[in-house]
Protein backbone atom coordinates (compact mmCIF):
# COMPACT_ATOMS: atom_id res chain seq x y z
CA UNK A 1 0.00 0.00 0.00
CA UNK A 2 3.11 2.00 0.38
CA UNK A 3 3.61 2.30 -3.06
CA UNK A 4 0.50 2.64 -4.18
CA UNK A 5 -0.39 5.95 -6.00
CA UNK A 6 -2.59 8.72 -4.31
CA UNK A 7 -1.25 7.50 -0.47
CA UNK A 8 1.26 8.72 0.79
CA UNK A 9 2.89 7.51 3.95
CA UNK A 10 1.91 9.53 7.46
CA UNK A 11 5.17 11.45 8.53
CA UNK A 12 4.26 11.09 12.59
CA UNK A 13 6.89 13.99 13.08
CA UNK A 14 4.57 16.47 11.60
CA UNK A 15 1.69 15.28 13.48
CA UNK A 16 0.75 16.77 16.87
CA UNK A 17 0.85 14.85 19.97
CA UNK A 18 -1.89 14.24 22.62
CA UNK A 19 -0.83 16.97 24.73
CA UNK A 20 -0.98 19.31 21.79
CA UNK A 21 -4.38 18.52 20.86
CA UNK A 22 -6.18 18.17 24.51
CA UNK A 23 -4.27 21.56 26.06
CA UNK A 24 -6.14 24.05 24.61
CA UNK A 25 -9.31 22.61 25.48
CA UNK A 26 -8.31 21.89 28.95
CA UNK A 27 -6.84 25.28 29.57
CA UNK A 28 -10.16 27.71 28.94
CA UNK A 29 -12.66 28.84 31.39
CA UNK A 30 -14.89 25.67 30.84
CA UNK A 31 -12.43 23.71 31.95
CA UNK A 32 -13.84 23.15 35.62
CA UNK A 33 -16.94 22.34 33.97
CA UNK A 34 -15.09 19.50 31.89
CA UNK A 35 -13.14 18.25 35.41
CA UNK A 36 -16.22 18.59 37.25
CA UNK A 37 -17.69 15.65 34.76
CA UNK A 38 -14.33 13.59 34.55
CA UNK A 39 -14.58 13.50 38.65
CA UNK A 40 -18.42 12.64 38.48
CA UNK A 41 -17.70 9.70 35.77
CA UNK A 42 -15.03 8.60 37.97
CA UNK A 43 -16.82 8.68 40.99
CA UNK A 44 -19.88 6.54 39.26
CA UNK A 45 -17.27 4.15 37.89
CA UNK A 46 -15.97 3.42 41.02
CA UNK A 47 -19.04 3.59 43.18
CA UNK A 48 -20.91 0.94 41.26
CA UNK A 49 -17.37 -1.01 40.95
CA UNK A 50 -18.01 -1.06 44.80
CA UNK A 51 -21.25 -1.63 44.28
CA UNK A 52 -21.01 -4.68 42.21
CA UNK A 53 -17.68 -6.16 44.53
CA UNK A 54 -20.54 -5.49 47.85
CA UNK A 55 -23.30 -7.48 45.97
CA UNK A 56 -20.99 -10.43 44.90
CA UNK A 57 -19.92 -10.57 48.92
CA UNK A 58 -23.68 -10.34 50.40
CA UNK A 59 -24.33 -13.51 47.59
CA UNK A 60 -21.67 -15.45 48.67
CA UNK A 61 -22.67 -14.65 52.11
CA UNK A 62 -26.30 -16.04 51.51
CA UNK A 63 -25.50 -19.16 49.67
CA UNK A 64 -22.54 -19.67 52.35
CA UNK A 65 -25.40 -19.49 55.21
CA UNK A 66 -28.08 -21.48 52.77
CA UNK A 67 -26.08 -24.38 52.16
CA UNK A 68 -24.47 -24.40 56.01
CA UNK A 69 -27.75 -24.32 57.41
CA UNK A 70 -27.30 -21.52 59.23
CA UNK A 71 -30.74 -19.70 59.93
CA UNK A 72 -29.06 -17.18 62.66
CA UNK A 73 -27.07 -15.57 59.86
CA UNK A 74 -30.36 -15.41 57.26
Known sequence: MRDSPGHS????AGRPGL??????????RRRWRAWLLVALWLAITLGSAWLYV?????T??????LLG??????
Open 19 to 28: LHLFAPYWGT
Open 9 to 12: PIDA
Open 54 to 58: RANEL
Open 69 to 74: RKWDVL
Open 60 to 65: GELTDA
